[in-house]
């Protein structure tokens, strides 16, 4: 049959990214408290396509994905991208695996027992040129408390849900649960799953004892990272859902050890 990708296209543009995207795939995630879980990853998968090809092989993104089957996990990340480059005869390949996490968290004081689900991302990029790159990303609910707010009430004080998203480069394996950590120590008060009435009075109280605008909460969280001889490089951001605005509150950090 006739390989009409393989034919030539005279318009002569090199094409940065092509490839398949919303891959809904099983996937089995390193789990430090119990080795392993089991999710649903959404998947993107593109290579490089140079200027004489009039298009790629869909097919085979699908079926590289196949052949991982059952490992598929960040330790394989550097193998599959190989293959992508070679089956695809591409100089660049990029494959990028969103995820839901799930972590056993105990409330504060009754200690019950709740799931907390967490969006993570891995990305991962292999070039002829300038090698392999893998960044990990977690993106973390928390609780802020506004100290304007509460410097200027005779009570009381605004408090709002924000959403901080932490990404990392680094020299060693990380655990998902470490960079979570990071990011809900700065924040007022972490989010959870399920409180009953003692925990819920005190999340509240926790939260007003440690009020945070978003740039305290990137601050502190880049305070933490800075020093940390693993990490090579790291973008977060924090978006609050403002309680009494019309609009969000946001700050963003990002930082190499190249450039501090």
Known sequence: MIDVQNQEDHRNINIDKVGVKNIRYPLTVMDRENDFQHTVATINMYVNLPRKFKGTHMSRFIEILNEFYGHLDIREFSKILGAMQKRLEAQSAHLEIAFPYFIEKKSP?????????????????????????????????????????REISNY??????????LAVRYKKFVWIEDLIRV?????????????KRPDE????????????FVE???RDIAAQLKPDPNILWFQVDVENFESIHNHSAYAFIERSKANP
Do not use: F, W
């Open 156 to 165: 009381g004080a605004h408090n709002q849900r924000g959403m901080a998203r």
């Open 201 to 212: 009075k005190y999340v509240t109280e926790r939260g007003y004892e440690n009020p945070k």
């Open 183 to 195: 990011v809900e120590e700065a924040a007022s008060c972490e989010v959870y799953s399920l409180l």
């Open 216 to 218: 305290d909460v990137v």
């Open 109 to 149: 004081v009754t200690e019950t027992t709740g799931l907390m689900e967490y969006g993570c991302r891995v990305i991962g990029s292999m070039d002829h040129r300038k090698g392999y790159d893998l960044i990990v990303e977690v993106n973390v609910p928390i609780t802020t408390v506004c100290p304007c707010s």
